[in-house]
């Protein structure tokens, strides 16, 4: 429309001119000073990973993020802003073995641990300058020659002193519980980084007999994992709805919920007998591998029986299901319940186990095996294609499996109701997410699975003595004071702390760091306190800042 575009409508040229002008004038810095005094409004900014490219999507955020605080000092607040990194966790791993040419655990321990850490710390930097030139271009306010970074010892120590606070109140415990696991990246992953991997895919189900013993009939059981039927238990059926006993027109027998019988068996069949779920408890059943029945008597526990359990549902499948206790919550909590034995014949790295007919083959692939085994053997009714949302892991795209193992958990759930009562205080905008979204998160919130079996992370604070008794650590002070071989400047990362020890109070045995980081989102969640380095450095600027609180 223009031949020439006017001098006031060069945007760029006056942004750069305003930027330079800002940094020459030190304006943000004065913004501060001039409002030292002032009744203080706290905005906390989640801090980026430099180790990857800022994008047209920060955008939004920045701006959102600069214009909240931007107006709230223009009110007279006094609005601190202090730059922050995120520097820890997978995703710097993942860039670190792609830069090496490594692949999983195994090849990063034979680099070595100490080098590849180093690695991680310069890594975080990449694109350090990019982010900074980016955040000044979008006009973004903040102190960013003094950022809190999450890996230096300061944060770490604050990170720690909190730990043990929630280790003081009975909520930090280890437990054997089915995390969801990332067999690829060998460790588990939060409820937040599971809603962040799904994918629609299509898969085969599996129908499988199951013979009743002492009877030429079979139990029918749907599962959507075939991998997991190596490690089957148990059967189990919904105590209160209604279960027959048919004759279909090609002379098998089977036991099948009522409700779906015609949905799976068409309608030639003649009904038998009729039960309710829970006449068909402790029902037992042949094996349908054999490969799990050593491992079950070595524990002298019983298995291979008809168990029951409310969340069976009759919308899909056959209305039993098998049981697997190392690969299911629901599975586990029904093997707690019925004292089963313990089976899992998948390895760490998601390899079925040489115990098995399909060793070394990756849980995802030994579906189709399974199937066309169970084919072979007369033990396949059937394997309906089903099409559903499968979770993955969110950096390297591996399926996920949910798997047993031992785990530190933060006991969220011992303290929902004062959660759900801070949030009921909250004014969130809009009221849905507050009451909606996050609402409902809190009212179904899990006990937090807080360790990573990973390297580059905030090592978890807790040691260990053969003997059993463990000890948290809350400050370097106290490590120091515990510890006949703590160097006076302590690398708190890994490798360097592991070899740390502390004297065991009960039995004077050296006691080890336990091996695991935690989730680099407690990282972010600490920041509030440990960008200060609270309550080691300023403690009186924290607490004013939330005088309720203290």
């Known amino acids: 429309m223009y031949d020439k575009v006017p001098t006031d409508l060069k945007f760029v040229e006056r942004e750069k001119e305003v930027e330079k002008f800002w940094e020459a004038e030190h304006i943000f810095e004065k913004s501060i000073k001039m409002r030292e005094g002032c009744k203080p409004y706290v905005f906390y900014d989640g801090p980026p990973t430099a180790n990857g490219k800022p994008h047209i999507g920060h955008v939004e955020t920045r701006v959102i993020k600069d214009m909240i605080p931007r107006y709230r000092a223009m009110k007279g607040y006094m609005v601190p802003r202090k730059a ?30 100490e080098p590849f850490i180093k690695e991680c710390k310069e890594s975080v930097w990449k694109y350090k300058g990019m982010w900074e030139d980016f955040s000044n271009t979008v006009g973004f306010w903040a102190d ?22 929630i280790w003081d109140k009975g909520l930090l415990y280890k437990g054997f519980k089915v995390v969801p696991y990332c ?20 898969e085969r189900s599996a129908i499988a007999r199951f013979k009743a013993k002492g009877e030429d009939a079979y139990i ?12 089957n238990l148990a059967l189990c059926v919904n105590p209160k709805e209604d279960y027959v006993k048919v004759k279909t027109g090609d002379g098998y027998t089977y036991y099948i919920a009522q409700a779906l019988a015609d949905t799976v068996l068409g309608e ?12 068909l408890e402790f029902k037992e059943y042949e094996p349908l591998y054999d490969c799990s029945v050593p491992l079950c008597e070595k524990q002298h526990k019983k298995a291979y029986y008809v168990v029951c359990a409310d969340y069976v549902t009759l919308t899909d499948g056959t209305g039993i299901v098998h049981i697997a206790p ?15 034995p313990f089976v899992q014949l998948v390895d760490a790295k998601g390899d079925m186990t040489a115990d098995t007919p399909f060793a070394g083959t990756f849980v995802k692939d030994a579906d189709p095996m399974v199937l066309k085994d169970l084919e072979s053997r007369g033990l396949l009714f059937s394997a309906p294609s089903f099409e559903h949302s499968y979770p993955h892991c969110w950096r390297c795209g591996t399926p996920l499996i949910y798997y047993a193992r031992e785990s530190w958990f ?38 937090w699975g807080i360790s990573r079996n990973r390297y580059w992370g905030t090592p978890l604070n807790i040691w260990e003595c053969e003997c059993g008794h463990q000890h948290s650590i809350g400050s370097i002070e106290e490590l120091k004071s515990l510890s006949d071989n703590c ?10 702390i592991d070899v740390v020890n502390i004297k065991c109070p009960k039995c004077n045995k050296p006691m080890k760091r336990v091996p695991e980081v935690i989730d680099c989102w407690f990282d972010s969640g600490a920041m509030p306190f440990a960008q200060h380095h609270y309550p080691f450095e300023n403690k009186e600027l924290f607490e004013s800042q939330f005088p309720a609180q203290f």
């Open 84 to 113: 922050g990194w995120d520097t820890h966790g997978l995703p710097v791993e993942l860039e670190v073995e792609k830069k090496l040419g490594l692949d999983g655990k195994e090849q990063i321990e034979q680099y070595g641990l």
């Open 144 to 165: 960013m020659d003094n950022p809190y970074v999450t890996y230096d010892n300061s944060f770490i120590e604050s990170e720690w002193w909190a730990l043990k606070q």
């Open 183 to 202: 067999p690829r990246c060998g460790t588990p992953l939060s409820s937040h980084e599971v809603a962040q991997g799904y994918k629609d895919v299509k």
């Open 220 to 231: 029918l059981a749907w599962t959507t994992t075939p991998w997991t039927l190596p490690s």
């Open 268 to 279: 030639d069949y003649e009904v038998l007998e009729t039960y309710k779920g829970k006449d």
């Open 326 to 340: 190392a690969f299911g919550e629901d599975d586990a909590n029904v093997g707690r319940k019925y004292d089963l």
């Open 410 to 447: 933060i006991k969220m759930t011992a303290v929902k109701d004062d959660l759900i009562r801070n949030n009921n205080t909250i004014n969130w905008v809009p009221d849905s997410i507050g009451k909606g979204r996050f609402g409902d998160w809190l009212e179904n919130i899990q006990d």
């Open 487 to 496: 160097p006076d400047e302590i690398e708190l990362h890994r490798p360097y």
